[in-house]
């Protein structure tokens, strides 16, 4: 109930995880899209600048020349486009209007002057520049243009703190997807660790420790034709049920408990040896021939004498069968566990005979 309580809970979080890292993908998404905007604004917005502060000089180149008697019909000209691309967008110098009141009011008052200034200059032409109002008007004119211009660097600075505000808004939107993320992939690693755990018990003989059946039969279902020597053996307790008829059936377990551990001691760790079942036991040796085998099951029977000459319980008694694969032409790991079995039967009951064949 824990268990599935926890994988409710998980399963929850992880729904509200994914929600909530899409939405975070959307969010710095549109802020990433209105940084793009904002910059290229921002690029449109120094270019006006730019010509803003070329009108405020060139004015004045203007007023210079017309004083000194040179007239700059096309100066005048350059001038008035300037001032329609900054006020209107069009002309060949690609300017912006800028959406800010307070330029505008500036930019206004800057173009109606500039109408007076021309006026006057033509004046200064008509009658020369002592009878007019020019150097007064241009000093004006150039107060002006010097107002514009600070309007529209206040809108610029402006924009710019709304991009790092959009900067710092994307950083930590990052900042939290990326924690997601993390998080995610912590709980992917656990959770792996707790499936590897849970399936290695559940091939897990909890008693012995070894392998279970359902591991046993999983190895063997394997029907791939064995190229290399390989040897089955079965194993087959014979004082299980007098353990548990004559004492409580902890002492068959402990029998049982005993005789695993002695096995896997014996038998390379290289090679498999499982529980197949209640009083039977399984191991498979690779790379190996008879003379091996013999020599591990004389091994083994060496430790269960040696362990029962120490113990006054129950002592371990046990039959065994093997099929080795070089004794066959053609044959799977099923097939050697077929005739493991086989021999092992029957020298269970050559040992109640009297007589005990190892292979």
């Known amino acids: 109930m824990k268990r599935d309580a926890e994988s409710k809970q998980h399963k929850k979080w992880r729904t509200v ?35 803003a502060g070329l009108v405020r ?4 180149r203007e007023v210079k020349l017309e004083m000194s008697g040179c007239q700059n019909d096309e100066l005048i000209q350059y001038l008035d486009d300037i001032l329609s691309g900054l006020k209107y967008e069009d002309g060949n110098y690609d300017l912006i209007s800028l ?20 006026e006057e200059i033509q004046k200064v032409r008509d009658v020369g520049y002592q009878m007019t109002n020019i150097v007064d008007m241009s000093e004006k004119y150039f107060h002006l243009a010097d107002e514009t211009v600070s309007a529209a660097e206040n809108y610029s600075e402006k924009m710019a703190k709304d991009i790092r505000v959009l900067e710092i808004v994307s950083a930590i939107d990052m900042f939290i997807l990326f924690c997601i993320v993390l998080e995610q992939m912590i709980s992917g690693v656990r959770i792996a660790k707790k499936n590897k755990i849970l399936e290695q018990r559940a091939y897990l003989d909890v008693h012995t420790g070894l392998p279970n059946k359902s591991r046993c039969e999983e190895l063997l279902h394997d029907m791939r034709l064995i190229t290399e020597p390989v040897a089955c053996v079965m194993f087959d307790l014979n004082n299980l049920k007098k353990a548990n008829d004559t004492m409580e059936h902890s002492a068959g377990d402990q029998l049982i408990a005993n005789f695993a551990r002695i ?20 191991a498979v040796i690779y790379d190996t021939d008879k003379e091996h085998v013999q020599e591990i099951l004389n091994q083994l029977q060496e430790e269960v004498d040696q362990f029962n000459m120490n113990r006054k319980s129950i002592p371990i008694s046990f039959a065994q069968g093997c099929g080795i694969s070089t004794d066959y032409k053609e044959c799977t790991l099923r097939n050697l566990f077929d005739k493991a079995d086989y021999y092992m039967y029957e020298n269970k009951q050559k040992t109640k005979a009297g007589r005990k064949d190892i292979i």
């Open 17 to 51: 995880s994914t929600i909530i890292q899409s939405c975070l993908i959307v969010i710095l998404i549109v802020l990433v899209g209105m940084m793009m905007f904002e910059i290229e604004h921002l690029q449109g917005t120094a270019r006006v600048i730019n010509y």
């Open 57 to 60: 000089g060139a004015t004045q």
């Open 99 to 118: 959406d800010d009141k307070e330029y505008q009011k500036k930019l206004d008052e800057q173009i109606h002057y500039w109408a007076d200034l021309k």
């Open 263 to 282: 096995l896997r001691n014996v038998v390379p760790a290289k090679d498999f040896v499982g529980r197949y079942g209640g009083d039977e036991f399984i």
